[in-house]
């Protein structure tokens, strides 16, 4: 049997909508959209899409060129880092060999000096023995007595020869200890001299507008100037003092003929001359009183 209840009728109803019937709702108004909101929503959305993909494409272009250009600048940085490796190799091979040549140079001018240290030696023990000759003969001189201790030509000449060795020997020693102060002075100044060099090297490998004339610069090559020029000087001293030793060695060795000379005119003096006046008759005979 039919129910006969009166239902009165709701305009504000719109049916069953919303979690109702089990959908959610949240992000969405509850009323519904109309057909240019439809598109609106749509056309949004593909140009959000069209945004998004643009910008994609612009990071990868990005990435790609960033990747291009530190792979250049990696290069470059690696052929620069090449280039100073194999300056520096240069470098070290350059100054290898001067330090091979300079050790060469000071095991030939060792063995010179180890040569002329031992021809000084056998000339000063040749010398000694003129020297001892000229002492013995002033001493023997100085036994006379009487009116026949006199300081006669001889004497002074003994004295002068004395003198002379003396003073010879003396500005010998003098003059080799100069030259072997002034060959360690030229030794000390080329390793600031090589430093120097060096620097001034090393700052022609600077890149670009880097290498440029700066104070630095100036106080670098003034000091290489400076230090060149010390060392000429010291070699120039170094050259006169050797030819001032070789003056005294010539001297030396004119002494040691002179005194040799005076040897022999003594020995004809003593044996010879004396020999013969040994023979001279007496006064006895020269009065005609022995036959």
């Known amino acids: 049997m039919l129910s006969t209840e009166?239902?009165?009728?709701?305009?504000?109803?719109?049916?069953?909508?919303?979690?109702?019937?089990?959908?959610?709702?949240?992000?969405?108004?509850?009323?519904?959209?109309?057909?240019?909101?439809?598109?609106?929503?749509?056309?949004?959305?593909?140009?959000?899409t069209f945004s998004d993909r643009d910008a994609s494409e612009k990071q990868?272009?990005?990435?790609?060129?960033?990747?291009?250009?530190?792979?250049?600048?990696?290069?470059?940085?690696?052929?620069?880092?090449?280039?100073?490796?194999?300056?520096?190799?240069?470098?070290?091979?350059?100054?290898?060999?001067?330090?091979?040549?300079?050790?060469?140079?000071?095991?030939?001018?060792?063995?010179?000096?180890?040569?002329?240290?031992?021809r000084l030696t056998n000339s000063l023990d040749g010398t000694e023995a003129p020297l001892h000759i000229a002492?013995?003969?002033?001493?023997?001189?100085?036994?006379?007595?009487?009116?026949?201790?006199?300081?006669?030509?001889?004497?002074v000449g003994l004295l002068k020869e004395v003198e002379i060795i003396n003073n010879t020997l003396k500005a010998i020693a003098d003059n080799e200890n100069k030259i072997d102060m002034l060959?360690?002075?030229?030794?000390?100044?080329?390793?600031?001299?090589?430093?120097?060099?060096?620097?001034?090297?090393?700052?022609?490998?600077?890149?670009?507008?880097e290498?440029?004339?700066?104070?630095?610069?100036?106080?670098?090559?003034?000091e290489v100037y400076q230090l060149s020029q010390s060392v000429d000087n010291?070699?120039?001293?170094?050259?006169?003092?050797e030819s001032n030793l070789k003056k005294l060695r010539d001297d030396h060795q004119m002494l040691v003929k002179e005194i040799?000379?005076?040897k022999n005119s003594l020995y004809i003096d003593q044996q010879k001359s004396m020999a013969v006046r040994m023979r001279y008759p007496s006064v006895q005979r020269l009065l005609g009183y022995n036959a």
């Open 6 to 48: 009166k239902y009165e009728f709701d305009p504000s109803y719109r049916g069953q909508t919303g979690s109702s019937i089990g959908v959610s709702t949240v992000g969405f108004r509850s009323n519904k959209y109309n057909t240019n909101e439809w598109h609106e929503n749509n056309y949004a959305k593909y140009h959000q």
């Open 60 to 118: 990868r272009w990005q990435a790609t060129r960033t990747e291009n250009e530190t792979l250049a600048l990696s290069q470059q940085t690696q052929a620069l880092s090449t280039k100073k490796l194999q300056q520096r190799l240069h470098d070290i091979n350059f100054w290898k060999f001067e330090l091979n040549r300079m050790i060469e140079d000071v095991r030939n001018e060792t063995d010179l000096l180890v040569a002329q240290k031992k």
């Open 135 to 155: 002492t013995e003969c002033l001493a023997n001189r100085d036994r006379r007595y009487g009116e026949d201790r006199v300081v006669d030509g001889v004497e």
């Open 183 to 209: 060959r360690a002075s030229i030794r000390a100044k080329e390793a600031p001299l090589k430093v120097s060099q060096t620097r001034l090297n090393d700052r022609r490998a600077r890149p670009g507008i």
């Open 211 to 222: 290498s440029c004339h700066d104070p630095t610069q100036d106080h670098l090559v003034g």
């Open 234 to 241: 010291l070699t120039r001293e170094l050259r006169e003092a």
């Open 260 to 262: 040799e000379m005076k």
